[in-house]
């Protein structure tokens, strides 16, 4: 059974910067595609950033290309987001999600990660 913990939440003014981590305990880390999502209030949750298993190839939505940017540390099982440029917009809960399929294959679709972090929350506001 695969466990993810989220930590790096918090409160931070628009323009400001957050560096979400992810820690994975149980399965083979270096196998799945880890991924980012986030749910603000009232909305859907939505695809940020992932990354497949060996860390060759990595994705962001549009939303945050430019100012978020995934990466992982296989001997770690940890899997980071570094947030710069940030905006009220980005405020939501933050998810850490995991794909067993994902040792080259980088999903979109939160239908495809099995394993999934309690969230962290994001707020981003003066």
């Known amino acids: 059974q695969v466990q993810l913990v989220e930590s790096g939440g918090g409160l931070v003014q628009p323009g400001g910067s957050l560096r979400l981590s992810c820690a994975a305990s149980?399965?083979?880390?270096?196998?799945?595609?880890m991924g980012w999502f986030r749910q603000a209030p009232g909305k859907e949750r939505e695809f940020v950033a992932t990354i497949i298993g060996t860390g060759r190839n990595k994705y962001h939505a549009d939303s945050v290309r430019g100012r978020f940017r995934i990466s992982r540390n296989n001997a770690n099982n940890t899997v980071e987001l570094q947030m710069n440029s940030l905006k009220p917009e980005d405020t939501a809960v933050y998810y850490c999600?995991?794909?067993?399929?994902?040792?080259?294959?980088?999903?979109?679709?939160?239908?495809?990660?099995?394993?999934w972090g309690q969230g962290t929350p994001v707020t981003v506001s003066s």
């Open positions: 999600a995991g794909d067993t399929n994902g040792l080259f294959r980088a999903s979109f679709n939160a239908n495809d990660y099995e394993y």
């Open positions: 149980g399965g083979t880390f270096s196998r799945y595609a």
